[in-house]
């Protein structure tokens, strides 16, 4: 079975949309709603993102979310986006999610999900129906193997580089004291 132009560039623009409309509303709870960048932070600070890199940690997640779901939606710099996400879930699946596995038991199995598609989503290009491929750029940067290792490569790196920075633990008591 083969798969026509369309149906990729349909498939393609969905998976760009969902995943951009998730990550965008993320954003938007952590700088607009409930407790704002103030309680991400506080939040970030219980996790162990130190102060203040834990205000500047909420600033760039929710900036990063916002701008991310935006250009995944666009599809605009397609590769740079899904790496973007791929970062912010790295960081996530670090600090917040890798005592399980299944989400119910607040787990990776959410982080996991949205940078593998986009991890695709970097592999495969936006789409014909997207800005990358109206302006050119779906040939020359945002498909195939390229795309793949900038989603990759920069998403993780970006994570891994976030932790190295911001999160220092506290120390737990193994004693129970």
């Known amino acids: 079975m083969s798969i026509s132009t369309t149906e990729f560039d349909t498939v393609m623009l969905i998976a760009r949309v969902v995943v951009g409309i998730t990550i965008f509303v993320h954003g938007y709870n952590k700088?607009?709603?409930?407790?704002?960048?103030?309680?991400?932070a506080n939040w970030f600070a219980g996790l162990g993102m130190r102060r203040p890199s834990s205000t500047?940690?909420?600033y760039a997640a929710a900036t990063t979310e916002l701008g991310t779901g935006v250009l995944l939606c666009l599809g605009l710099?397609?590769?740079?986006?899904a790496a973007g996400?791929?970062?912010?879930?790295?960081?996530?699946?670090?600090v917040d999610h890798r005592g399980a596995f299944l989400m119910f038991k607040n787990g990776v199995e959410y982080v996991l999900v949205l940078a593998t598609l986009c991890l695709v989503i970097g592999a495969f290009g936006p789409g014909a129906w997207s800005l990358d491929s109206a302006l050119g750029l779906d040939t020359t940067l945002t498909s195939g193997w390229r795309g793949l290792a900038i989603a990759a490569l920069l998403g993780v790196g970006s994570g891994v580089a976030t932790l190295a920075l911001c999160w220092r633990p506290v120390p737990t008591d193994e004693s129970g004291a």
């Open 31 to 40: 700088a607009f709603r409930g407790g704002r960048i103030p309680g991400t």
């Open 56 to 58: 500047v940690h909420a």
């Open 77 to 81: 710099l397609t590769p740079l986006a």
């Open 85 to 94: 996400v791929i970062g912010i879930c790295t960081v996530a699946a670090w």
